[in-house]
């Protein structure tokens, strides 16, 4: 009895012992930075970091330039519409020359084509309208590429991470709980961070191509509408 008695306080004891005692691997995870999460992925997270600012780089530059492309001038069809139908081609010219944007280029051009078939005006205008889309589109394709090879370098943090668990485990002789703990560090790091930068990438890409497409539309529309003007009074 005396014996169940004694093994009873040690194993008292030791619980209390245990509860006394601090613990610093939940401590060191609260108190865990981002750019200490970072570090533990290794060295994979180098190039998806890399990518991520060359994307929002891209992404900023590229949605910037869109939104000043397709501020849309009012007054500049209606002006053209307005010196076309009143013969004063010249004015017209004016008036596309000095509203710099992508639809002035085109309905220069096609300006610059009166008096000829309205297909090769409609086709001169047609090849600036894909020139003026190509600077739009620059450097968009890009992200679609960051947003293919992002989760792929990702998972290649997660095969490095898994090698490192069995390395350890291998050199322990065992199963450690420090040793796999590190390898897990490395694999759920990498595979979050290549995932998070490829999601963010693909939205940016498709959010381009939409803001690209709405002003395609209504460059088309404005171009269709000039093409008529110029074609009525053949009529």
Same mark, same amino acid.
């Given at each position: ?7 009873a ?9 245990a ?5 610093? !691997?939940?401590?060191?995870?609260? *108190?865990?930075? #981002?750019?200490? @999460?970072?570090? +533990? &992925? ?18 900023f ?9 397709a501020?849309?001038?009012n ?10 139908l ?7 010219? !004016?008036?596309?020359?000095?509203? *710099?944007?992508? #639809?002035g280029? @085109?309905?220069? +051009? &096609? ?16 090849n600036?309208?894909?020139?003026e ?20 370098l990702?998972?290649?943090?997660t ?12 050199l ?31 939205l ?32």
């Amino acid at each position: 009895m005396s014996l169940v008695q004694d093994t009873a306080r040690a194993a008292v004891d030791t619980f209390n012992q245990a509860a006394q005692q601090p613990l610093p !691997a939940a401590a060191s995870t609260e *108190n865990m930075s #981002l750019i200490d @999460m970072m570090i +533990k &992925g290794g060295w994979i997270m180098v190039p998806i970091l890399l990518l991520f600012f060359i994307g929002l780089v891209i992404f900023f530059e590229r949605y910037l330039t869109i939104r000043r492309a397709a501020k849309y001038d009012n007054s500049l069809m209606s002006q053209v519409k307005a010196n076309v139908l009143s013969g004063n081609l010249d004015s017209a010219l !004016a008036v596309c020359r000095s509203s *710099n944007s992508a #639809l002035g280029r @085109m309905l220069q +051009k &096609g300006l610059l084509r009166v008096g000829r078939p309205i297909k090769d005006i409609e086709g001169a205008i047609e090849n600036v309208g894909k020139l003026e889309v190509a600077k739009l589109e620059k450097n968009i394709n890009i992200l679609g590429i960051i947003a293919g090879i992002a989760p792929m370098l990702g998972f290649v943090g997660t095969i490095f991470g898994v090698i490192r668990i069995f390395h350890e485990v291998e050199l322990a002789g065992g199963i450690d709980i420090a040793s796999v703990s590190g390898g897990l560090y490395v694999k759920m790091v990498s595979s979050a961070s290549g995932l998070a930068v490829g999601i963010l990438a693909y939205l940016g890409y498709h959010i381009l191509n939409m803001m690209v497409e709405r002003l395609i539309l209504r460059m088309e529309t404005d171009a269709v509408e000039f093409i008529d003007l110029l074609d009525e009074p053949g009529r």
